[in-house]
């Protein structure tokens, strides 16, 4: 502590508690931001309240000032919320020499506003709450760092002045030191805030872009999904056996998704091939098109998980691409890399036996969504994710396993991944409730490439019983399963197990995911009436 100096109750003191409430503030906007702008998860509060004024402007007034202000309508608008939000923090921080009541009720007022406007906004859900969460979950966190300096300043100042200065919340006369740990702790806050927005904006601006350039894309010969005629099982609240990308799982190391425009996209095919090829977006579309249903799982996928979707895809297969590049004797990998860095590995064997390995331009008839892959992905049936699905493909080298690692492999992983046998119970779910006189269960089962035979349950450990199957356009795609339960009312478990059409009958011994894919019986506690 430096010499304690008992300055009068200043503006400049009065100013910094009004600066700590803009700072912390600031901090909190910055958050939600970034939360929104690096997640893609939930708006961005701010512009939320932007678009309701917008919205809820009386008459036309809205519209007349977008008209008035043209394109810089939107701009001004956010700007004059993050005028009236800077007033209000400075207010927060103001109320804050008394204690904590003020600046809690001006950010819980903040915030309600901020909710309404998030959720007025089209399709918008709880969800997309989280960034405003995340915001107002700083404010106070930013706020009690501030002032920290400040209220020590104002007890000694208390204990040094007349108790009406105490009374009057204690004059913000500080020991230098306190103003020194004051000046620093706004510095950084702010400073902070001020980066992370900045990279926030940079990552947004480029999701914009090429959320615009999606839209924008027209690929022919991509056509829309047509779920098959018996794929689906009738039982209520059962999966859809056709996952929209919305409700697709999604796995991928990046904290901002790579955002790739598709006239910049290029893809090399270079390493044990007689001739390097490069490709273009434009060269994957006029090219000769396949499209399939396809499922796609996750190795980390826990028994009973949810790392499991089925879509149609439809791009170019690889290996009429690698033919043309001319793989060259003794490769049996090729190692895939994506526009961030990072890499797996593949059997070269599953992507030249003729199944639907492809790099796919479109996932149920529309481009790629941009945390999918966009503009460029792999599939290929059969393997798990981790050495085959590379989002935002760039780079294809025909080599040998023994010649590289990938990323997962360099963390443990199985170097090959075959996707395992596996089966699913959806319904009932955990602690649901099912008719005793023969009320349904159903689920799926799959093992990509090899295809489901059967599906088996057994209720209460007890004997195995058929379930029946429900179609499937190939042996790429999940099967749906569905069977119905006569027992007596209470609780009991059901268990399910799958038949692969190579005759394996799934096995029954748990094993963690860790380092080729889980494996045991999925089993379902519930209650029969
Ligand atoms: N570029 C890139 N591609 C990736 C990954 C990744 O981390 N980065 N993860 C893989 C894994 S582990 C899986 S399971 C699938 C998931 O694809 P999805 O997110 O489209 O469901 O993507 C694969 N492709
Ligand atoms: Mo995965």
Redesign the pocket.
Known sequence: MGSVSTVRDTPADAGAWALSGVVAGAAGVATSYATAMFTAVGSNPVDAVASTVIRVAPGNTAQQAVRVLGHADKPTLVGGVLVVLAVLFAWAGHLARRGWRGPLAVYAVVAVIGAAAVLDQRGAGAGDLVPLLVGALTWPAALALLIRPLRAAAATTATATTPQAAADGGAAAYPSGSRRSFLVRVGVVAAGAAVLGTAARAAGAGRRRVEAARRLLRLPGVTAPVVPDGTQVAVPSMTPWATSAAD???????IIPPTVEPDAWRLRIHGLVDREVELRFSDLVGRKHTQAWVT?C??SNEVGGD?V?NAWWSGVRVADLLAEAGVQPGADAVRQT?D?G?T?GTPLAALTDGRDAMLAIAMNGRPLPI???FPVRTVVPGL???VS????VVDLEVTRFADFTAFWTERGWSERGPVKLASRIDVPRSGGTVDAAGGRVAGVAWQQHTGVAAVEVALDGGAWQRADLARVPSVDTWVQWTAAIHTTPGDHTLRVRAVSRAGEVQTGVQHDVVPNGATGWHTVAFTAS
């Open positions: 697709f799982y999604r796995i991928d190391t990046a796609l996750c190795v790392l979707g994506s961030d990072w797996c945390d999918h892959g798990y994710g981790y699905a590379c989002k935002w």
